[in-house]
């Protein structure tokens, strides 16, 4: 006979801890003005629902006045404006109506640290005294439980989309009601694991499994320094590769219910060998990290996955110039933007381009005196038309010339374009529309930025900088964007008369020769170049020598009108 399995409402099995079926849920979700209270960022909607086996015990819902203005792209992403809190109460009296309401009850959270992350600052803030509430996260929840066959991922709305007949639309009631419907489905899926009270559920989400107890004395040959380590299976095969400030304490880590992640409780269940790389420096660590990666392509790093898959945006060089989409930096006077993450960005970003300037879409190349009949673009106004002679060759490379200047230097005419046309959106309800114009802007705005730092640091032959360090000053030699030598200049060198010259040129004797690539390529991954980048940007830095400076800031100052938090997008 098949061993019988306990439900949950079971009377005769004493489970040790609050049943899930007798337990009072708080289900909550919010709405703010950005991704991080730390920034400024606050309260615009509150959410609740109270449940208990199953059935609702209540709903809470209230609008928060955050005493600033609501950014426009939050306002097409949930629909809540300025006009609609400016009557709605402060947080000094929507924070306490909602503990009051959850009073007794265990808080749940798609995303648990963002929601409880605002309310615990403005409980701060206000002095309120946080109540000590046990924590359920779906999200963390859904990646113990659910299989990736199920769901691509653990989003709210992937989840919502799966187990539930509401819908997520970036309204707090709403979205906390389909987070209830994911709570129960997952919970009806623990029983499978014996999991049957909120005990059980915490340590189901941080248990420690018998693989990573027998693999401990793996990190008793790792040594307490700055680096790089690589777990490797029995065919000596790359794992995972990671990066720590201490390799002991990390590698450790992995072994302990620090580790509550499913993939690399697989990956310590292969693992029979740990190797490490010391550094001198962690920038070294991070560098060297995403070098290993990149080579050995280990399947427990996320981030290794399809590298290639990169895209860039050619404004090529021929008698009638268009944007093309390519998958690398080719010598030339093209110009390029990029690299963007995947093609669907890439495509954003020249839908962008497109509709704000009129250079042909067709492929392939023209003669330089075309006779070809217009295209459908054309008679819409959307195209020049250089195929039929309808403009000269002065006027298209004009158009052009606004083009490259978008893409290279300030993508201000683009910004202008879009935002009259998300208002004009806006103001007709179609909010929908206007978001999807505001995230083309987000990837074509992110691209040049992306690509004007990436240049300014790839044209720069050699930057050697310096930071302080506790055993002297960390130095890093950069070549086209690539790191040729990195270490510790020690504090008695530094402050000895001449000396630090001398030690200098000894260190550039071991560093990396490096060749430069087709700019705005850097001679490097570009993960690589822009760790340096933050680096080189961090306070306390000194050039040594070199004349490298922060790019202009053409494109950035765009971005947080078009850019979305990912935080704040969680759900989207």
């Known amino acids: 006979m098949a061993p019988h399995q306990p439900a949950f409402d079971d009377p005769g099995i004493d489970w ?205 040959s790792v040594p307490d320094a700055p680096g790089v380590y690589l777990f490797r299976d029995a065919r000596d095969e790359v794992l995972y590769v990671g990066t720590s400030r201490s390799l002991r304490t990390r590698v450790r880590s992995y072994f302990t219910k620090a580790e509550t992640r499913t993939r690399m409780g697989e990956m310590i269940a292969l693992a029979e060998r740990v190797d490490t790389v010391v550094c001198a420096t962690d920038t070294e660590a991070r560098v060297r990290e995403l070098r290993l990666i990149d080579r050995h392509r280990p399947p427990y790093n996320r981030r290794s996955k399809f590298p290639e898959r990169v895209s860039w945006l050619r404004l090529t060089d021929e008698p009638w110039p268009r944007i093309s989409l390519v998958r690398s930096v080719t010598e030339g006077a093209a110009t390029h933007i990029g690299p963007f993450r995947s093609r669907r960005q890439a495509e954003a970003a020249l839908a962008t381009l497109h509709d704000a300037f009129r250079i042909r879409q067709c492929s392939g190349r023209l003669p330089i005196k075309p006779s070809r009949a217009a295209c459908v673009l054309a008679e819409l106004g959307q195209c020049l038309s250089p195929c039929d002679g309808a403009v000269t060759p002065t006027d298209y490379l004009y158009e052009v010339s606004r083009v490259r200047t978008a893409m290279t230097a300030d993508p201000v005419e683009v910004v202008t374009h879009l935002e009259q046309r998300m208002a004009h959106l806006a103001e007709s309800q179609r909010f929908e529309d206007a978001a999807v114009l505001r995230d083309r802007a987000a990837s074509l705005i992110r691209a040049v930025r992306r690509t004007q730092r990436l240049d300014s640091l790839a044209s720069e032959p050699e930057v050697i900088a310096a930071a302080p360090h506790d055993d002297g000053w960390q130095v890093h030699v950069i070549r086209h964007g690539r790191l040729a030598a990195a270490a510790i200049l020690p504090r008695q060198v530094a402050t000895t008369r001449g000396a630090t010259a001398g030690w200098v040129d000894t260190l550039l004797t071991t560093a990396e020769t490096v060749e430069p690539a087709p700019r705005p390529m850097p001679a490097a991954l570009v993960e690589e170049t822009e760790v340096l980048l933050r680096w080189l940007e961090s306070p306390g830095v000194r050039m040594v020598r070199g004349s490298w400076a922060s790019a202009w800031p053409a494109a950035a100052r765009h971005v947080d009108r078009f850019d979305v938090d990912l935080e704040v997008a969680r759900l989207a």
Not at 125 to 140: K, Q, R, S
């Open 16 to 220: 040790g801890g609050r049943p899930l079926h007798d337990t009072t849920f708080c289900v909550v979700d919010l709405e703010t003005t950005g991704g991080s209270p730390a920034k400024g960022s606050k309260i615009t909607e509150i959410g609740a629902v109270k449940v208990r086996g199953g059935e609702i015990l209540g709903e809470f819902q209230t609008l928060v006045n955050p005493d600033q203005l609501i950014p426009a792209f939050i306002t097409v992403l949930t629909g809540i404006t300025d006009q609609m809190v400016v009557e709605a109460p402060r947080i000094a009296e929507a924070l306490p109506s909602f503990l009051e309401f959850a009073h007794g009850s265990v808080l749940v959270a798609h995303n648990a640290p963002f929601d409880t992350g605002f309310l615990k600052h403005a409980a701060r803030e206000l002095d309120i005294a946080w109540p000590g509430f046990d924590l359920v996260d779906t999200a963390v929840l859904a990646r113990r439980v659910l299989l990736r066959d199920e769901v691509p991922n653990v989003k709210l709305a992937t989840l919502a989309a799966r187990f539930s007949p509401v819908r997520p639309d970036h309204r707090a009631l709403t979205d906390a009601r389909a987070t209830v419907d994911v709570l129960h489905a997952l919970f009806e899926r623990l029983g499978t694991w014996n999991v049957a009270t909120v005990e059980d559920v915490a340590s189901f989400t941080s248990k420690v499994t018998p693989q990573q107890r027998r693999k401990r004395h793996l990190a008793d």
